[in-house]
C-alpha cells in the first residue's frame, strides 16, 4: 500500500488547501457536495512526482460560504488567489464534475497560469431531459435539504444496492454528503445545473493540453458529452474508463490515476510554460 506523504495544511483568504510532495504543480478540483479528501486515492500516487493541491471548493469543506448567485468566475478566481497564495505561477489543473467546469473555467481565464487541463466526469450541453433532472436535484436540495437527498445521491453514483466491492468508496462519500454545508452546496449545486453550455463556444480557445475523461457508464457525464468537448478543443485527449460510473476516482482509481500521469506526461503547449513549470517555488 503507498502511503500517503505528510501534507502541509492552512487557510487562505476563506480557502481550506492541503500541499503534498514535491515537484511540477498539479491542483485537483472535487465535485460538488465533496471536499479535498475525495481525491486521497489520487493524492497518494501522484504526489510522488508532483506537488499535489487540493482544496475545498466555495461552500465546501472549511472554505468560505459563496453569496447567493455565485458565478463560475468566482470559483476560478478562487484558485488563482490560491496559487497566489502558495506562490505558484502556473499549475496542471484537473477538475471532477463541477470541479471539471471550474477547471475548464480557469484555464480559459487564466491561460498563462494554466499548464494543462483535466475535466473528469463534465458536464456538457445536457438533453432536455438530462437538464430538468439536474434542475430537479437542484430544487429538491432547496425544498427538502441535504440529508434527504443522500440515499439516491449514493445510488445513482454507485448503484442500488451498492457492491460491495464499492462500499468503502460509497461510504467516504455518505461522510463527506453528511457533514456538507447545506447552504454552500444548495448554491453551488444550482450553478452546476446551469453551466452545462457554459464553455460550448470557448473550447476552441483553450491553448494547453486537454484531457477529457470520463466512464464508460456515467449517464450525467456521458462518453458522448466528454467526446464532443475533445472535438471542439484544439490539443485534446479523450480516454473513456471501461465499465466507470460517476466517482471513478473512487471506485477505479489505478485506471483514473495511469490516465492522468500519462496525460501530465505530454509536453507542453503554452509558450513560457516550461519555465512556469519549473520557476522556484515559495516556501
Not at 471542439?232 to 500521469?261: E, F, K
Request: with cysteine; charged share 15%; aromatic share 6%.
Amino acid at each position: 500500500m503507498t502511503r500517503e506523504p505528510t501534507p502541509v495544511k492552512g487557510i487562505a483568504s476563506g480557502t481550506a488547501y492541503s500541499v503534498y510532495g514535491s515537484g511540477e504543480p498539479l491542483v485537483l478540483i472535487h465535485g460538488v457536495g465533496m471536499e479535498q479528501d475525495a481525491w486521497t486515492p489520487q493524492v497518494s500516487e501522484l504526489a510522488r512526482g508532483h506537488q499535489v493541491i487540493v482544496y475545498d471548493m466555495l461552500g465546501h469543506g472549511a472554505s468560505r460560504i459563496p453569496d447567493e448567485g455565485v458565478t463560475l468566475a468566482e470559483y476560478a478566481a478562487q484558485l488563482a488567489e490560491l496559487l497566489d497564495h502558495l506562490g505558484l505561477p502556473a499549475a496542471n489543473v484537473v477538475g471532477h464534475s463541477m470541479g471539471a467546469l471550474v477547471a475548464l473555467e480557469f484555464a480559459l481565464a487564466y491561460p498563462a497560469r494554466t499548464l494543462r487541463v483535466a475535466a473528469l466526469n463534465a458536464v456538457f450541453m445536457r438533453t432536455p431531459e438530462q437538464k430538468a433532472a439536474v434542475m430537479a436535484r437542484a430544487a429538491a436540495l432547496q425544498d427538502i435539504g441535504v440529508q434527504a437527498t443522500v440515499d439516491s445521491t449514493i445510488a445513482r453514483w454507485f448503484g442500488d444496492p451498492v457492491p460491495a466491492d464499492l462500499q468503502a468508496s460509497a461510504s467516504l462519500v455518505s461522510g463527506i454528503l453528511a457533514r456538507v454545508h447545506p447552504q454552500g452546496y444548495a448554491r453551488t449545486y444550482q450553478l452546476f445545473a446551469s453551466c452545462d453550455r457554459v464553455h460550448a463556444d470557448r473550447l476552441a480557445t483553450l491553448a494547453m493540453p486537454a484531457l477529457f475523461m470520463t466512464g464508460e457508464f456515467d449517464p450525467n457525464s456521458s462518453p458522448a458529452m466528454s467526446q464532443a468537448m475533445a472535438e471542439r478543443t484544439p490539443v485534446s485527449t479523450l480516454n473513456i474508463v471501461p465499465g466507470a460510473r460517476h466517482m471513478m476516482n473512487l471506485t477505479d482509481p489505478q485506471r483514473v490515476n495511469q490516465g492522468l500521469q500519462e496525460f501530465l506526461a505530454q509536453p507542453l503547449t503554452m509558450p513560457g510554460a516550461q519555465q512556469a513549470a519549473t520557476t522556484p517555488l515559495a516556501a
